[in-house]
Each structure stands twice: as structure tokens, then as C-alpha cells.
């Protein structure tokens, strides 16, 4: 897997490539599982039930990292953030900041594009309560490296949503720019910051979650600041 993820020679390359990963046994069977029994309201509807690949242009000096698939969003539409209620607020604050050409992310094949900006997760498959264990996140690590890497002479500014995507950055770094992580590392907050000399700048951002959106502890407006600072960071109009 490691080396299959080195060799891809481009995004469409990766993005089939990854698709095809069975490296963790528990999350292979979570994610075939969900898709086998699936949430009533889309019985009726075939899950993805594989890895998601990333999302976005080849070119992005945006990349927006998160945790990993929900089980009935992205690994049921194959499509990252699409189809649950994280997805509804990120795209319409994409939306919002010129990133994205509608508003709406619903199903693979809805006319979305993204501006500038690529979305990829830490993990590529839906695990159990949304958490997966280090060893999972370890392993999955060379498909993100390598995304990052395929854009790497754009990419300026990665905006980590949650303390998980943030902790996951500090070995890409490593790998993929050669830089040694700042130690202590710096915490994870909204709004922090950490800017190095040749890699991109990272920004913290909760986690679009509806934990954090439906109690309001993430609003549309902090989403919109974000947004603005990465725009100005990547030097996106
Ligand atoms: S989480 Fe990553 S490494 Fe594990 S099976 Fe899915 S794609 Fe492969």
C-alpha cells in the first residue's frame, strides 16, 4: 500500500488507487458493513462503502483537511463531505468564499467544483463512532502524504478541521516538505496558526460536526473568517 501510494503518478491515479485499499481489517468491515445495512432513510440507494478519495483541483493552493468519511455521508455517495450535515455547512461556507460553485454537496455526481482548494481527509475510510485508532491513522498516513505531495508546488495554506486532521499534519510535514515539526507542537485552537518558511501555513478550525455547528460552537461566521485568512494566506482573490 505504501508503495502503491509513492507510485501514483497524479490525482486521478491516486484517487482510483485508494479506492482500492483494504489495509485496516476493522475498518474494511465497518464500512462494508454500514453500506450492507445502511440508514432507512437510503435503503433504497447503493453505499460507496470504500475508501473516499479526495476532492478538488489539481492545482489547489487551499487544502482542507479533515477526520475522516462519515459512514452515511461520504461512504455512502463515495464522495468526501457529501451527503450529511458537515457537508451542508462546509460547502455553503465554500460557497460563501468564492471556493465552490454551489452551495450544496448531495450526491457524486451534482455539478459540484471546487476553486483552488482540495479536500482530503487523514483517514479515508468511515470508522466505528468516528474515531479511528493511531495505528489506523498511521497507516492511511502515505495516501495523504502522497496527495499532498501531487500538489504540493501550489498548496499554501492547509486548514486542519479538528485537533485529529491538526495532529495528523505534523508528520506530513516531516515527510512530504522535509521539515522537523515544531516541538512542543503547537495546540490546536480555531484560529491557530502556524507558519513555517517552505511549507504551507496551517489554520486550526473546529470540526464541521454537528456537535459543533448545531450547539454553536462553530458558527458560519467563524467558518467565513477562516476562509478569509486562507484566501489571503494562498493568495487566492
Ligand atoms: S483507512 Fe486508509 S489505509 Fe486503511 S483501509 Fe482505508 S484507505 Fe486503506
Redesign the pocket.
Known amino acids: 500500500?505504501v508503495a502503491r501510494a509513492a507510485r501514483a503518478t497524479d490525482l486521478a491515479d491516486l484517487d482510483g488507487a485508494?479506492s482500492d485499499?483494504?489495509?485496516?481489517p476493522r475498518?474494511?468491515a465497518w464500512r462494508e458493513e454500514v453500506a450492507r445495512t445502511k440508514r432507512a432513510a437510503f435503503r433504497d440507494q447503493e453505499y460507496w462503502g470504500r475508501?473516499v478519495p479526495g476532492l478538488g483541483t489539481s492545482d489547489a493552493r487551499i487544502g482542507i483537511l479533515g477526520l475522516a468519511p462519515a459512514a452515511h455521508g461520504g461512504n455512502r455517495t463515495g464522495r468526501i463531505f457529501t451527503g450529511d450535515r458537515s457537508g451542508d455547512v462546509l460547502f455553503a461556507a465554500l460557497h460563501r468564499a468564492g471556493l465552490a460553485n454551489q452551495p450544496t454537496s448531495v450526491a457524486a455526481d451534482d455539478g459540484l467544483a471546487l476553486r483552488d482548494t482540495r479536500i482530503f481527509a487523514a483517514?479515508?475510510?468511515a470508522p466505528p463512532d468516528n474515531k479511528?485508532t493511531p495505528a489506523?491513522r498511521d497507516?492511511?498516513a502515505p495516501?495523504l502524504h502522497r496527495e499532498v505531495a501531487l500538489i504540493r508546488p501550489t498548496l499554501r495554506v492547509v486548514v486542519a478541521l479538528g485537533a485529529f486532521a491538526w495532529a495528523a499534519w505534523w508528520p506530513t510535514l516531516r515527510e512530504v516538505y522535509g521539515v522537523r515539526p515544531p516541538s512542543p507542537r503547537p495546540a490546536f485552537g480555531h484560529g491557530a496558526h502556524w507558519s513555517g518558511t517552505t511549507a504551507p501555513a496551517l489554520l486550526g478550525c473546529y470540526h464541521v460536526s454537528q456537535q459543533n455547528t448545531f450547539t454553536g460552537r462553530l458558527t458560519p461566521g467563524m467558518l467565513d473568517d477562516v476562509f478569509a485568512r486562507a484566501k489571503q494566506l494562498a493568495g487566492v482573490d
Not at 485499499?21 to 485496516?24: E, G, I, L, Q, R
Open positions: 500500500m485508494v485499499c483494504f489495509a485496516c475498518l474494511v475508501p483517514v479515508r475510510c479511528p489506523e497507516t492511511c495516501w
